[in-house]
């Protein structure tokens, strides 16, 4: 089921490169991150509880509520 043919090769790739037309800096998007001590940026983070099969959806709900049980995200607003 498997061969080879031969066939044309385009070695012509980027050649039509053009330059990126970037917004000005005050219509540019922003996040919601932080500027750490060293100049850095950094993002803030989100927790979530995923399950891949539907017999896990009650373990998931579990451990949400004992996140939430525990107010160990209280520090995190």
Partial sequence: N???????RDYEHGTDVRETPFL??????TFM???RSNGKVGTR??????TSVN???S????I???VN?????RDYP
């Fill in 2 to 8: 498997v061969y080879l043919r031969d066939f044309e």
């Fill in 24 to 29: 000005p800096d005050g219509e540019r998007a």
């Fill in 33 to 35: 991150g932080y500027r």
């Fill in 45 to 50: 983070n989100f927790i979530a509880v995923l």
């Fill in 55 to 57: 017999c896990s959806a």
């Fill in 59 to 62: 373990v998931a709900r579990f």
């Fill in 64 to 66: 949400v509520e004992e």
């Fill in 69 to 73: 049980r525990s107010g160990m995200l």
